[in-house]
């Protein structure tokens, strides 16, 4: 029997947004290294128990190239950010970050200028004059909108014309729409002021979503969920995590050759299985590489396909090499649409997603052989205590003393020398303006000293005072919190470089 057609438009916004087909299932971004997309209305969490895996498929595009257009011109009485040619290289240089990847199949092919906006029709535009009407009049914003098969059939385009998605889940049209009333910069410096974004830092991000990601849980990663992670999104150095993200959906034979794939299961204390445990992999050293996420049900091809929360299984790439994994959970915050670990929580209604276990670094190692397979033996997690610290994951900036500037992990690393962190306190971690009775403070690897830390004035954040040796190892480092009542992480915290 012929399925109707069915389309789901998808708005992955910086903030929460909810579409309007109740019949539509809950749809998973890639590899679930990132969150599970929303694509139903609140139903007192994610609206569903089971997914489908966003992607392109590349066979479909024009000579295996994803085809777009730019749209350069402003709505009337808008004045523009710069020259229609100073746009149109920003954008191509934002798609270029994505382009270079040698281990993703993903590539792009500029089309040219369009008067054509933000529609169904197949035609895959950046545009700075959207249809799109729900931006705020002040702020940034740059939105992505993307419209996914339910399931493998025709989609009809309202000019007559079809598309033959040929599995679940595939992307056929995605729209990026930038406000014309945004508060962008066009050059990444230091002295940005606070409350504007760099307009190719925001569209990289944006881009990534539209090619099937969501956001990461790793910090410095360009997919990190919160744009106020050091001020706005100041990067344009893709991490390992980014790219093995996209090379997870795209990958070529290269990818297959130097990395290997990482399988296992995550079950509670209970004996259940674990759905949307956040995996991240630890190299020798203690520096986050990659993560994932639990619930993976089915594969094509060693890509991920379906996820639902009646799996705790994990799928994960990475290079050749020895890592520990830390599993830990993606708690809901006070806060509407919080972001922790890779994944959006509503504090309006629990997610499907399971949180009551502790953080979990495993204590034993696991080799990974490029090219091959390696399955882990089933992590076992405790119940967690509700009394246990939790990390405010949502910004996190450093001061370099040794070079006297502002040093945030979003555009900035820090070398060797003193320097203090600065981070949203987060629960159960101070008491009385100062560190909480048993509280401890660590970055897992070598060479990085904590001396001494400070609450703000405010309240509201915690000062880490830290020395950097020369010994210190480089990458992203985890900054693990712990009490009596239990451990929190923050994987990427901290860049060495």
Known sequence: MKRSPTVLLLALFLTVNLCSQASIPLVYDASLTREPSWSAPYQGGHGGNSGYVSRWDLSSLPSGRLEYWINPTFPDGKTPFASEQELIRIVQEAFAIWAAI????????????????????????????????????????????????????????????????????????MDIVINPDGKFVLDNRDDIPYGETWLKGTLIHEIGHGLGLGHSGI?????????????????????????????????????????????????????????????????????????????????????????????????????????????????????????????????????????????????????????????VPTISVNSR??????????????????????????????????????????????????????????????????KSTSVSSSGQYLFIYASVGSSATKGLRVLEVRSPQGTAYFPGALKIQ
Request: proline fraction near 5%.
């Open 385 to 450: 205590n509700t009394s246990a610290p939790v990390l405010d994951r949502r910004s996190f900036s450093v001061w370099d003393y040794g070079t006297e500037a502002y040093r945030s992990p979003a555009w900035a690393s820090c070398g060797e020398g003193d320097i203090t962190i600065s981070i949203p306190i987060g629960y159960r971690i101070v008491s009385g303006g100062k560190l909480a009775s048993g509280i401890t403070l660590r970055f897992l690897g070598d060479g990085i000293r904590i």
């Open 219 to 375: 910090g410095w990663s360009v997919m990190y969920g919160y744009s106020r992670m050091g001020r706005g999104r100041y990067r344009d150095t893709l991490s390992q995590d980014d790219i093995i993200a996209l090379s997870t959906l795209y990958p070529t034979s290269s990818f297959h050759a130097s990395h290997g794939a990482l399988r296992g299961t995550v079950i509670g204390a209970d004996g259940n299985p674990v759905f949307g445990a956040h995996v991240v992999a630890l190299d020798p050293a203690g520096c986050a590489i990659a993560s994932t996420m639990t619930g993976l049900q089915s594969e094509a091809g060693g890509i991920p396909a379906s996820y639902g929360n009646t799996s705790g299984d994990f799928l994960l790439y990475l290079p050749a090499g020895t890592y520990t994994l830390l599993v830990e959970p993606i708690p809901v915050s006070n806060s509407w649409s919080a972001y922790f670990s890779g994944i959006f929580g509503d504090a309006r209604g629990s997610t499907s997603t399971d949180t009551n276990f502790a953080p979990q670094l495993t204590s034993s190692t696991v080799s990974v052989q490029a090219g091959d397979a390696t399955t």
């Open 102 to 173: 040698p281990t993703c199949a993903m590539s792009f092919q500029y089309m040219g200028t369009t008067e054509a906006s933000d529609t169904l029709d197949g035609k895959n535009v950046v545009t700075f004059c959207p249809n799109f009407s729900s931006f705020s009049s002040t702020g940034s914003g740059v939105n992505p909108i993307i419209r996914r098969a339910r399931c493998a059939e025709t989609i009809a385009l309202p000019d007559g014309e079809s598309i033959q998605a040929a599995f679940a889940g595939q992307i056929f049209d």
